[in-house]
């Protein structure tokens, strides 16, 4: 899960510069966030990405199961999730119940070590460079508009190093 800044009307601070204050002198921070949540397939690097209003047990879990399907329908089945140890994960009955439903074995990364989880770092910090701050975005809807075709993009067309400059299903 990927916590970004929703974007003011009128444009992001990274492109008008932090120092970008209203008329009353008042400095412009995000209006609140939205939650990306994302799951990556180990071998193929193939993502699946939603946009959610928060980051709770239920959302994570309707998620991870809308995520499995998702996979299912591309023949690849969910054996293991890996996660930080975010209560949302941890703590969730909902996020527990929907592991036990698709069969997967729930691994939780060492506490303070995000390159354990490695694959979906490197993934979220692709989204961030290539599609979150990669242009300017009038508005957070702009923005989230574009993430489908971003996603699509990731998955069908573009090369991946680790997989040997070579797309993916």
Known sequence: MKKIGKIR????WRFRGRGYKTRG???LGP???DYLHAAIADHSRYAFVEIHA???GPTCAGFLERAAGHFAERG???ERV???QAPSYVRSRDFQAVLGAIGARHILTRPYRPQTNG???RFNRTLLDEWAYARFYRSNGASLATLPR?????NRRRPHTALGLLGHL
């Open 9 to 12: 009307p009128g444009g992001a």
């Open 25 to 27: 002198g008042r400095s």
């Open 31 to 33: 209006i609140g966030y």
């Open 54 to 56: 928060d980051e709770r």
């Open 76 to 78: 690849i089945k969910i």
């Open 82 to 84: 890996m996660t930080d």
């Open 119 to 121: 694959k979906v770092e």
């Open 150 to 154: 971003w996603v699509k993009t990731y």
